[in-house]
């Protein structure tokens, strides 16, 4: 008689954050009973091509079961207020309990201890660990678990050497308002909340709350930053 096979667990959620993000997101729009690639396809989630890897992570986070099929951590998101932040944190620290087992104060660790965990303790690559590193800190903010100042700031460090460096002390965010704007003065579109602009660069719109509150906080730590160099 052959031994059953072991029961197959995915590793952590790698590629984008914003994959995740938006999945989230929809959760607080739409009642969710199954998670598929049309699924995730339709509500432009996530490309065809890279559906089947954030399945993977939903599964990791315990958000679906191997069916596609919602579990019960899925449906206690239907809600809205202190309790979903603390049901979600519920779930990110039961899916990376290996991480938090071997990073006991991770509001007091280093960038390094994050990627060295997904590398050692889940086996990933260098290049998927690091992705790896990013998806657990966007979530790991949303579950409003502290994370220390090295770890924001490696992150915005990472962001800023693709981007033009701002001038110290500038808020580069146009936030929408209700007031009428002076003639001339750009009106930005209804579904942005803010517009990021980049010196020669262009713009970047951040469309819903959970990502200009991220994107504050990470302009505020640079900030403090720049502000003692």
Same mark, same amino acid.
């Not at 596609?68 to 449906?75: E, L, Q, Y």
């Not at 110290?168 to 146009?174: E, H, S, T, V």
């Not at 262009?202 to 951040?206: L, P, R, S």
């Given at each position: 008689m052959s031994e059953p096979k072991p029961e197959f667990k995915p590793g952590p959620p790698t590629g984008a954050a914003i994959w995740y993000t938006d999945f989230l997101n929809k959760l607080t729009r739409v009642k969710v009973d199954k998670v598929d690639k049309n699924f995730l396809i339709t509500?432009? +989630?996530?490309?065809? @091509?890279?559906?089947?890897?954030v399945i993977r992570g939903l599964k990791f986070l315990n958000l679906i079961n191997e069916d @596609?099929? =919602?579990?019960? %951590? +899925? %449906?206690s998101l239907d809600i809205v207020g202190p309790d979903y932040q603390k049901n979600f944190e519920i779930i990110v620290h039961e899916a990376y309990a290996t991480l938090f087992e071997q990073i006991k104060q991770i509001d007091q660790?280093? *960038?390094?201890?994050l990627l060295n965990c997904f590398k050692?303790? #889940?086996g990933m690559a260098p290049s998927t660990a690091g992705q790896a590193v990013k998806i657990f800190i966007t979530l790991a903010q949303r579950a409003g678990i502290k994370l220390s100042d090295q770890i924001l700031e490696n992150i915005i460090t990472d962001a800023e050497k693709k981007k033009p460096k701002q001038e110290?002390? %500038? +808020?580069? *965010? %146009?936030r929408k308002n209700k007031k009428i704007v002076?003639? @001339? &003065? &750009?009106q930005l579109p209804e579904t942005v909340l803010a517009r990021l602009t980049l010196k020669d660069t262009? #713009?970047?719109?951040?469309k819903n709350r959970d990502d200009l &509150? +991220? =994107?504050e906080a990470y302009w505020k730590v640079l900030q403090k930053k720049l502000a003692t160099t």
């Open positions: 509500n432009n +989630i996530v490309s065809e @091509g890279n559906a089947n890897n @596609g099929s =919602a579990t019960d %951590k +899925i %449906k660790s280093h *960038f390094e201890d050692v303790e #889940y110290a002390g %500038k +808020i580069p *965010f %146009k002076d003639e @001339g &003065e &750009e262009g #713009y970047v719109d951040i &509150e +991220i =994107a």
